[in-house]
């Protein structure tokens, strides 16, 4: 064909005119013919061409072309050659571009569609499958050619498919917009598997001609939102529950903050009274030394004595209660406790009420105030008792638990972890609402009537408790008794001690010479009446400054120092070390309205030879003056 053409082509410019149209179209028509070729065939046939064209006009020797072509036209017709040459080239090179192109694209999208983790399908208008994607093997178990012609709904879960089919009529309705719905849809190992699927319409396009879907498998998103939602759920719950344990606790701690506030303000109204009740009882055990049975007077001094000692009693409870009473270390066995406690509740308990024990068999022994723990004791026993004004049953029971800090905070009980020893009372009176409960701790809170009670009992308790380094719970709802729980922390590997009888006291022997340091008056002058009537020398400051200056100047006279230890300026652990400076070796007893709190234990430890808690009686005094003098 390309011959045929270039000799027509040869024949045509022969016989043609010089220079006219007709002349031009027979170079051009071969060109466009070449150019439909396309650029592999028509390339070669174009060479061929210009080659025989360039034999035809530069060489005009040859013997069957006779016609010779003006410079001019030379130059227009290779300029016309050489442009459709050109423009053949490039188009060629436009198209075969296209062709790379278009075929690369046709690569993406063959790898995205059979390497993706989507499926894509094309389903017809009645559901039916057209076309499924490669990866349809991987996802789903299936191969293409195993799901075409099937319907789209076979392998839909039956719960789901009313739902499909609402979603797929919607799409058939409005071409051309895309929507979506999450269904079950069966895996070829029988599993049902979650899927989203999305669809578009594009049943009107002629390159596609139905229905294109979308879906990849949620499966695993699904159950990692489930577990979440699950976690959610159950953090949910844990926050509410440490927020209302925490709640717990904060209504612990300020009912813990206001006891101790209580405690301070009771401690320090107990000391100023104490210092009354010393002087008030120290005048009366010397009038009851001067006066006998058959005096008239004896009675009113009985009945003086026996208020002031109530008097001390009650202020000894409110010393408890903020932890400065005295407090004695000695292994007590809590059991000896009980005893003492339950034959003193049998001579005075309504016999309407029953007292039950079940008391176990070890962990009794705890080190302790056996004076305090009685009084403790017996305080929750009465407590109990009021409780059943018509009868019941009161019961003392006890167990050894251990106590770690999960436990301690789980019951709000504040211990330090180790092995307890709960002492449990329990009554089957009136019990205690809600209310009553955050209050039955504080001093002079009481629900009996006006002057049936001072509200002081379990508010010493509590003090005793927590003094012996344990605490005093109540569990109990209306109607339903009460139950108080002592914890104490036991004593592994220790006996009980017996208590030893003190010795009756007497006057002084000897002339000694005591030297009483107290800032309050009536103290110092109760005591001067006192010692002096017994024999013994006093001497007399009103503050420790002036106690140091004295013994400065007079140690050597002075055989014992009775030493107040809350006092202005100088305390009276600060007076003991002046005087420790003077002489290592001074003899001092020392008082207080407080407890054996820190700085009197401390001074006891440092060489003190005695301490005596105010309200403190004549003999006890006498009796630490007496003991003092023989060890020195």
């Known amino acids: ?237 844990r926050v509410k529950d440490r927020t209302e344990e925490l709640r717990k606790s904060e209504e612990q701690l300020r009912q813990f903050e206001k006891l101790q506030a209580i405690g301070r303000l009771a401690g320090g109204i107990a000391h100023d009274f104490n210092n009354q009740l010393t002087a008030i009882i120290g005048c009366l055990d010397m009038l009851e030394l001067q006066l006998t049975d058959r005096d008239a007077l004896h009675a009113y001094l009985t009945t003086a004595l026996s208020a002031s000692r109530r008097a001390a009693g009650l202020t000894s409870q409110l010393l408890a209660f903020s932890r400065k009473s005295r407090h004695r270390s000695v292994p007590v066995d809590m059991r000896d406790i009980v005893a003492e406690v339950v034959s003193l509740l049998q001579h005075s308990i309504d016999k309407r009420i029953a007292i039950k024990q079940a008391l176990s068999d070890d962990g009794h022994v705890i080190i302790g105030d056996p004076a305090q723990l009685q009084s403790a004791l017996l305080n929750l026993a009465v407590n109990a008792r009021d409780a059943m004004p018509n009868g019941g049953e009161v019961s003392f029971a006890t167990a050894t638990v251990d106590v770690d800090t999960q436990v301690s905070s789980d019951q709000g009980l504040n211990l330090e972890p180790g092995r307890y020893l709960r002492l449990t009372v329990a009554d089957t009176g009136m019990g205690i609402d809600a209310e009553t409960k955050t209050r039955i701790f504080e001093p002079f809170f009481t629900t009996k009537e006006v002057g049936a009670g001072t509200g002081m009992g379990l508010a010493a308790a509590y003090g005793t408790a927590h003094m012996h380094h344990g605490t005093l719970t109540v569990d109990s709802e209306p109607g339903q008794g009460a139950r108080f729980h002592l914890y104490l922390p036991v004593a592994e590997g220790t006996e009980a001690t017996r208590e030893e009888k003190t010795p009756a006291p007497r006057s002084a022997t000897r002339p000694v010479r005591v030297l009483i340091v107290d800032d309050e008056a009536a103290v110092r002058d109760m005591l001067t009446l006192a010692l002096e009537k017994l024999g013994y020398q006093v001497a007399v400051c009103h503050d420790g400054a002036s106690a140091v200056a004295y013994y400065e100047a007079q140690w050597t006279t002075v055989d014992v120092v009775i030493l107040d230890m809350v006092m202005p300026n100088l305390t009276g652990r600060e007076t003991f070390e002046a005087l420790r400076r003077v002489n290592s070796e001074v003899k001092v007893i020392l008082a207080s309205g407080y407890s054996l709190e820190t700085d009197a234990q401390d001074t006891l430890n440092d060489g003190a030879v005695a301490f005596v808690q105010k309200p403190f009686k004549i003999a006890e005094i006498s009796q630490r003056i007496a003991e003092a003098v023989r060890t020195s």
């Not at 051009?28 to 150019?35: E, G, M, Q, S, T």
């Not at 040459?85 to 790379?100: G, H, K, N």
């Not at 899927?195 to 979308?214: M, S, Y």
């Open 1 to 237: 064909a390309a011959t045929l053409y270039i000799i027509l082509c040869l024949v045509l410019i022969h016989h043609g005119g010089t220079e006219g149209l007709g002349f031009l179209w027979c170079f051009c028509f071969p060109l466009y013919a070449f150019f439909s070729v396309g650029l592999r065939g028509g390339a070669v046939t174009v060479g061929v061409f210009i080659a025989a064209c360039a034999v035809a006009l530069l060489w005009p020797g040859n013997a069957w072309l006779t016609f010779a072509y003006s410079v001019a036209f030379k130059v227009r017709f290779f300029g016309l050659l050489i442009g459709l040459s050109l423009m053949s080239a490039y188009a060629e090179f436009a198209r075969t571009s296209s062709d790379r192109a278009r075929q690369a694209s046709e690569r993406r999208f063959r790898s995205l569609i059979e390497n993706g983790v989507s499926v894509y399908a094309i389903v017809a208008a009645d559901g039916k499958v057209l076309y499924e994607s490669p990866t349809l093997q991987r996802v789903y178990g299936y191969s293409p050619d195993e799901l075409e012609g099937t319907n789209i709904m076979d392998l839909v879960h039956p719960d789901d498919q009313s739902a499909a089919k609402h979603a797929f009529g919607l799409l058939l309705a409005t071409p051309g917009q895309v929507r979506s719905i999450e269904v079950r849809y069966r895996h070829s190992n029988g599993s049902w598997r979650v899927i989203e699927v999305a669809g578009v319409n594009l049943l009107e396009d002629p390159a596609v001609g139905g229905v294109v879907l979308t879906s990849h498998d949620v499966t695993e998103r699904k159950q990692a939102e489930l577990e979440v939602r699950a976690l959610n759920e159950t953090l949910e719950v």
